[in-house]
């Protein structure tokens, strides 16, 4: 791939966070200058989802404060960008209007290039970040959160990538950049959203993932057991495909036998923990078969559900013991949710492998790009 030098300001509000990042690439690495994010999470639990009329009054109302914070702190003016990029889809399609809307206008009258990203292209580049720029480090330091930031990165192809989010879950081949095989993925509900309806039937708090995960390590201090076992579904089932709609069904009938469990809260964590185990079990059987036949170089997660720990610890055992050779990569835990920086990721390294002339025609994209909730990615 031909390198280059350039400065992508990247804008994301797919569905209940608004972001807008400043992502610089040299051709070699790719460096976080600002990431800021404004999340509506505290506004949504309430209704316990995701309410699109209220996403998108939020997303109006923080998305220029936060492009004037973001090019604040990442030191830079308007001239030193090269060009804009945005999530295109898939997504709530009132909230995918507002960046789009608000990129396009950007684009039109600072004259800039406009780069529409993939939602879930940009979950799996949060993986090639590979620096943060001295401030953003020094506010992590401030954090105590210095350790998370260093990513470095040795990727190489063939990927083989699992996509864990609330609306994807997806295993994608890549045999070099923007080159997608999807070989498996769910046939009902995306892991993350089985997170969040089980946290609902056990009424424990939105997003759901979060919240299981927290009860699920709670469990371990236990010494009393209900037995309780879920199903892992699709395990012994030829192919890479997933299904979470049973194992949520499975957590609903358990609650139904004694709805006085649910005031227990060692109960919830027993119900916690083996749901979730029963997730990872799938998602790593199903992972570690697609490599042995696929032979990957590296083995990536990648979404939202890629911030739980088990998963990432669990499935970094598996590789180390099934392959010796494959390099096994994670996304720093700030950049697993839905952020800006990845969609920039994918900007920067889309826009460098254009050619002059392909460059020439992005400064009149932004009459084309339109928000597209249901985005294939290719
Ligand atoms: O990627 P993401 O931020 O948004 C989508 O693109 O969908 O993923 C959100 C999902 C939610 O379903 C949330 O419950 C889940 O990621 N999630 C987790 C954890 N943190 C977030 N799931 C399991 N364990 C976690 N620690
Ligand atoms: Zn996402």
Redesign the pocket.
Known sequence: MRMSTNIILAIES??DETAISVVRFNGDSLEILSNEISSQVNLHAQWGGVVPNLATREHVKNITPLLNLSLRNAGIGISEVDAIAVTQGPGLIPALMIGTGFAKTLAYLWKKPLIGIH?IEG?IYANFISKYSNLELQVAKLKNKESLLQNSPNIKFPILCLVV???HTQLVLMKNHFKYQIIGQTLDDAVGEAFDKVARILNIGYPGGPAISVYAEKQKELTDSYKIKFPRPMINKPGYNFSFSGLKTAVLYETKKNPENLKNKNYIAEVCHEFQQAAIDVLISKTIKAAEKYSPKTIMLA??VSANKELRKQLGEAITKNFKDTTYCIPPIELT??NAAMIGAAACLRYAKLGTEQKRRTFTNWKSIQPDANLKMK
């Open positions: 797919s569905c939602h979950h989010s609330g609306g979404g939202g949710g839905d």
